[in-house]
Antibody
Framework: EVQLVESGGGLVQPGRSLRLSCTTS????????ISWVRQAPGKGLQWVGF??????????EYAASVKGRFTISRDDSKSIAYLQMNGLNTDDTGVYYC??????????WGQGTLVTVSS | EIVLTQSPGTLSLSPGERATLSCRAS???????LAWYQQKPGQAPRLLIY???RRATGIPDRFSGSGSGTDFTLTISGLEPEDFAVYYC?????????FGQGTKLEI
């Protein structure tokens, strides 16, 4: 069974950093890109970024709103992806989901982890 | 960047009725790379339709997708109580995956 589980969310002050993890199982992690999608409270879905598999060059792309502040990485030996978030601001508050794939429909999602940026 | 505009914002219907949700793209969506998701409160989105018209695994056949180019439609025939949720379209044909703003289907 394919599973993705996010963790690492919480309350953080503006300007600080947070690292989210996406722990996966049930599929060959190294063969897939990982994407992150977020959802502000009461709002719609917003694509954050992706990291392709190493076989495709471990390419990253980010939404303009997070570019230069967020970094996606992966540890294929542990089947875990990470979202490093620096310079957080209140607009970054929301539930963060990891999903697998890019350039393809998101067939599996994690349950999400809540990030709250507030002083 | 492709902008997806969904309409209506809210759709009020009763169980048993037919729902028609629209998703319009600012540019042609390549190869019909258009998906639909359902999201219920407190849950992650669930893939319903991909490739504009293909049902994902386990999705009931009352859900159907159609369209091409810039205009796409999700139709739910014979609404069940569990279908009342928010629906999002997504294009995944370009590097920057984008979502529509959502349509809330309410009783």
């Amino acid at each position: 069974e394919v599973q993705l589980v996010e963790s690492g969310g919480g309350l953080v002050q503006p300007g600080r950093s947070l690292r989210l993890s996406c722990t996966t199982s049930g599929f060959t992690f190294g063969d897939y890109a990982i994407s992150w999608v977020r959802q502000a409270p009461g709002k719609g879905l917003q694509w954050v970024g992706f990291l392709t598999s190493k076989s495709l060059g471990a390419t990253t792309e980010y939404a303009a709103s997070v570019k230069g502040r967020f970094t996606i990485s992966r540890d294929d030996s542990k089947s875990i992806a990470y979202l490093q978030m620096n310079g957080l601001n209140t607009d970054d508050t929301g539930v963060y989901y990891c999903t697998r794939g890019v350039g393809a429909p998101f067939d599996y999602w994690g349950q999400g982890t809540l990030v709250t940026v507030s002083s | 960047e492709i902008v997806l505009t969904q309409s209506p914002g809210t759709l009020s219907l009763s169980p048993g009725e037919r729902a028609t949700l629209s998703c319009r793209a600012s540019q042609s969506v390549s190869s019909g790379y258009l998906a639909w998701y359902q999201q219920k409160p407190g849950q992650a989105p669930r893939l319903l339709i991909y490739g504009a018209s293909r049902r994902a695994t386990g999705i009931p056949d009352r859900f159907s997708g159609s369209g091409s180019g810039t205009d796409f439609t999700l139709t739910i025939s014979g609404l069940e109580p569990e279908d009342f949720a928010v629906y999002y379209c997504q294009q995944y044909g370009r590097s920057y995956d984008t979502f529509g703003q959502g349509t809330k289907l309410e009783i």
